[in-house]
């Protein structure tokens, strides 16, 4: 009987290639490398919150959400400030020389008119005074006219058309001039003709042009003007939501470390506070400063261009109606309701600008110009045609220092008998208008700079706040850094 067959011997310590293949959940090709190289990233929010859950992880996140609003808070300042320098610098260069080039555009046409028709109804073509008043008051309109287009910035505007009609019509008009005068020259009665079609010309057509554009330039110069006045909310909220994020910032601080008051957080809290309250002191400021701007310079400045433009216009209307040698009682009526409205506006301005006297003297011209047109009806009525119009063109008695030193006189005596006048004009309604429109000019250049000097302030005004709120900012952002350090070296 043969013995039972052994088994063959199976190794000891032999490892097993499977032995320990039930603990992986991999497949047996491993994690893709492509994979793995995205591990890191991956793993970026997990290690982020376990650092956040300890404390100087928390206190990291702290201060550098603090460093981040300060900055935030003085870069909004900052683009602010330097958007409205640019608005103002905008205003200042551009919108306020256009609104006064379309002014100073009206201003001449205004004149150009008047003197030729002034001049028209004088012997002959007018005298060599004339002729350098309306030539000057022409190139003042042309330069006027090139400076109003170079102001436009959309060539497609209807402010650049209105420029372009005006460009197109004034050499119509000039021309129209210079026929009347060779008529006038000659007694040809046509040039009357031609001087009324001229002025209707001006009239309804150039005037008209230069008053639109005056119009919305001068609406414009408003519009900005009280937008720069009012105060900037964004960047102003910004700096009070960093100073209450800083003063939360302390009072945790203060319960995290068991101490009182952090130098870093106190400083930083103390810097932001005052740049916080010089811009809110700021901003009540322009406020403030905007609304006397607006009365004591854009609206006076605005009646007493109206008004010279309203005086103007009488003005060319009574040599109109001299040149037709008709004048009704629509027209006295007219004459005398201008009068009252240029008197009540002047009257309403003598407490807005820094001259009363100028305004006082002012009126006492427009009286007595008022004086002169009655007396002149009163010679048209009689039949003395020529002795109404040297009264009507009369410049005064010589030379200007005598026309100066008898206005006051001269003028109460013919208040006082229209008649004692006579016929040698030393009241005459040239001499009267021209000096008026001469005082209206002057206190126009000194409200226009007083309006200049406002806006030319606040530029430097916003200049300075946008500095000092960067200057405390920065430091106080350094102030959080240095202050969060010490705690931050007590967990090392």
């Known amino acids: ?21 039930w603990m992986d959940t991999d497949r047996a090709g491993g994690r893709s490398p492509r994979l793995s ?9 997990r290690r982020f919150t376990e650092f956040v859950s300890t404390s100087p992880g928390l206190l990291w996140v702290v201060s550098t959400v603090l460093v981040l609003a300060i900055l935030a808070a003085g ?48 012997d002959g073509a007018g005298t060599g005074a004339d002729d350098a008043a309306y030539t000057h008051a022409l190139q003042n309109a042309t330069q006027s006219v090139i400076r109003a287009a170079n102001g436009i910035e959309d060539p497609s505007s209807r402010d650049m058309r209105l420029v372009l009609e ?28 031609y001087i009324a079609q001229a002025s209707e010309l001006m009239q309804n057509d150039l005037l008209t042009a230069a008053s639109e554009l005056y119009t919305r330039t001068n609406a414009r110069v408003g519009e900005q003007q009280v937008g720069l006045t009012r105060p900037m909310w964004f960047p102003l909220s910004g700096l009070l939501a960093a100073v209450v994020m800083l003063v939360l910032a302390q009072f945790w601080l203060a319960a995290l470390t068991n101490r009182r008051l952090n130098a870093g957080y106190g400083t930083a809290t103390i810097l ?21 701007g607006l009365t004591r310079a854009a609206e006076p400045l605005e009646t007493l261009t109206s008004v010279r433009i309203e005086a103007q216009q009488t003005r060319t209307t009574e040599a109109l109606s001299l040149v037709r040698r008709e004048y009704s009682d629509a027209e006295r009526t007219s004459f005398s309701e201008h009068i009252r409205s240029i008197d009540a506006a002047l009257d309403d301005l003598r407490d807005t600008v820094h001259d009363p006297a100028l305004v006082d003297s002012s009126r006492e011209l427009l009286r007595g110009w008022d004086t002169s047109h009655a007396r002149t009806l009163t010679l048209i009525r009689d039949g003395d045609y020529p ?18 030193a008898t206005d006051t006189a001269g003028t109460a005596g013919t208040a006082a008998d229209p008649g004692a006048a006579g016929t040698t004009g030393a009241t005459g309604t040239t001499r009267n208008f021209a000096r008026l429109d001469r005082q209206l000019q002057q206190l126009i250049a000194e409200t226009r700079k007083d309006l200049r000097d406002y806006l030319i302030e606040s530029r430097v005004s916003a200049e300075r706040v946008t500095n000092l709120v960067v200057v405390f900012t920065v430091f ?7 202050g969060t350090r010490p705690r931050l070296q007590e967990y090392m």
């Open 166 to 193: 005006i460009q197109q019509k004034l050499p119509d008009y000039v021309s129209l001039i210079a026929e009347a005068k060779v008529n006038n020259r000659v007694s040809n009665p046509v040039g009357g003709a």
């Open 272 to 292: 932001m506070t005052l740049a916080l309250l010089w811009t809110v002191g700021s901003a009540v400021v322009t406020w403030h400063a905007g609304a006397n």
């Open 1 to 21: 009987m043969s013995a039972p067959e052994t088994p063959p011997a199976r190794p000891v310590h032999g490892p097993r290639d499977d032995f320990d293949r």
């Open 387 to 404: 002795a109404a119009i040297r009264v009507a063109v009369a410049e005064g008695n010589g030379a200007t220092g005598q026309d100066d």
């Open 75 to 122: 870069g909004a300042m900052a683009a602010s400030s330097q958007s409205r320098q640019a608005d103002l610098n905008k205003l200042v260069n551009g919108t306020e020389p256009l609104s006064y080039a379309s002014q100073e555009l009206f201003n001449s046409l205004s004149v150009a008119d008047s003197v030729a028709t002034t001049s028209f109804i004088q």
């Open 476 to 482: 106080s952002a350094l102030c959080v850094i240095l």
């Open 37 to 45: 190289i995205f591990a890191p990233a991956l793993a970026l929010p």
